[in-house]
């Protein structure tokens, strides 16, 4: 069975500082999908990144970096310039191949404090 | 572009009534699913369904019907209410084949159930 772990209930950064959120997986596939998802107190569920288990480098998007791990099974989230609009919480998901169904971790609540 | 419409967004339920709550898409995605949202416990799929005609159980199907009659339209139904349902409830959806390129979400249903 594919699991997700998020090891870190709770999280907070101060404004301008930088966190890591963590996540670990577990799959016997060879291709797979990984993303983080950004949810907000709005409860929109918003995808901040996305990494293919192919590619060897880690997917960035603007203050929003990825640090991909394939044989560790490892699959963190790297906030830079942290923003007091990035508090929410942040979900780790798996998708194995292009046809499975997305399976989430139980979520960090980042709060980033003025 | 609507994307992914849910309704209600909010209902309260009494323990034993039957309700159905309403997902349309207008994006022609094949693939729909629904998750349930529990705080600590991240996501977990209800049902999911790969086209019109095919629906399938997720983890935590118990409790839940669902149909798909059209490409667009994939209802859940809960037959008897119980409180253990008290969730936020949240449709998905993408093309088939393309899960790796993330899902639409919509935007979620809260439904407590007393």
């Known amino acids: 069975a594919q699991t997700v772990t998020q090891s870190q209930p709770e999280m907070s950064v101060q404004e301008a500082e930088t966190v890591t959120l963590s996540c670990t997986y577990d799959?016997?596939?060879?291709?797979?999908?990984l993303f983080w998802y950004k949810q907000p107190p709005s409860r929109q569920m918003i995808l901040v990144i996305r990494?293919?288990?192919?590619?060897?480098q880690n997917a960035t998007e603007n203050r929003f970096s990825v640090n991909f791990q394939k044989a560790a099974k490892s699959f963190s989230l790297k906030i830079s310039d942290s923003q007091l609009g990035d508090t929410a919480m942040y979900f780790c998901?798996?998708?194995?191949?292009?046809?499975?169904?997305?399976?989430f971790g139980k979520g960090t609540k980042l709060s980033v404090k003025p | 572009n609507a994307g992914v419409t849910q309704t209600p967004k909010f209902q309260v339920l009494k323990t034993g009534q039957s309700m159905t709550l309403q997902c349309a898409q207008d994006?022609?995605?094949?693939?729909m699913s629904w998750y349930r949202q529990d705080p600590g416990m991240g996501l977990r799929l209800i049902h999911y369904?790969?086209?019109?005609?095919?629906?399938d159980q997720g983890e935590v199907p118990n409790g839940y019907n669902v149909s798909r009659s059209t490409t667009e339209d994939f209802p859940l139904r809960l037959l008897s209410a119980a409180p253990s349902q008290t969730s936020v409830y949240f449709c998905?959806?993408?093309?088939?084949?393309?899960?790796?390129?993330?899902?639409?979400f919509g935007s979620g249903t809260r439904l407590t159930v007393v």
């Open positions: 998905a959806s993408t093309e088939l084949g393309q899960g790796g390129y993330g899902y639409t």
């Open positions: 994006m022609n995605h094949e693939y």
């Open positions: 799959t016997s596939e060879s291709n797979y999908y």
């Open positions: 369904s790969v086209g019109a005609g095919i629906t």
């Open positions: 990494q293919e288990a192919y590619k060897q």
């Open positions: 998901a798996f998708i194995g191949g292009s046809q499975g169904n997305l399976i």
